[in-house]
Nanobody, 131 residues
């Protein structure tokens, strides 16, 4: 079965950094894209960043541009999220998502967490940023 396992979450002070990892397994071919989403208490799940595995194109939420960087290691079927200059508003459960079968996620709508185009999700890793 397809599995996505996140790691790297934790508690940090504002201005600190964390690096999240997502290891994927259980499928033969590369995914169309892999993304990071987050959900804070009382809020909808929102897209943070996505990387399209074929060409490496990346997209970010406006709130994290310049602070977060998504990257991939296709040989290891892994995706990472380097988070710098963390703010209390970044506090949330962070989830890894993968698009491995059609219908495919498109660059125009990558941030829609509720879309069935993301086929698999990890269990999440908590990020807490204190002021």
């Amino acid at each position: 079965q397809v599995q996505l396992v996140e790691s790297g979450g934790g508690s940090v002070q504002a201005g600190g950094s964390l690096r999240l990892s997502c290891a994927a397994s259980g499928y033969t071919y590369s995914s169309n894209c892999m993304g990071w989403f987050r959900q804070a208490p009382g809020k909808e799940r929102e897209g943070v960043a996505v990387i399209f595995t074929g060409g490496g194109s990346t997209y970010y939420a406006d709130s994290v541009k310049g602070r977060f960087t998504i990257s991939q290691d296709n040989a290891k079927n892994s995706v990472y999220l380097q988070m710098n200059s963390l703010k209390p508003e970044d506090t949330a459960m962070y989830y890894c998502a993968a698009d491995i079968e059609p219908p495919w996620v498109s660059p125009a709508t990558w941030y829609r967490a509720g879309s069935s185009e993301y086929n698999y999700w990890g269990q999440g890793t908590q990020v807490t940023v204190s002021s």
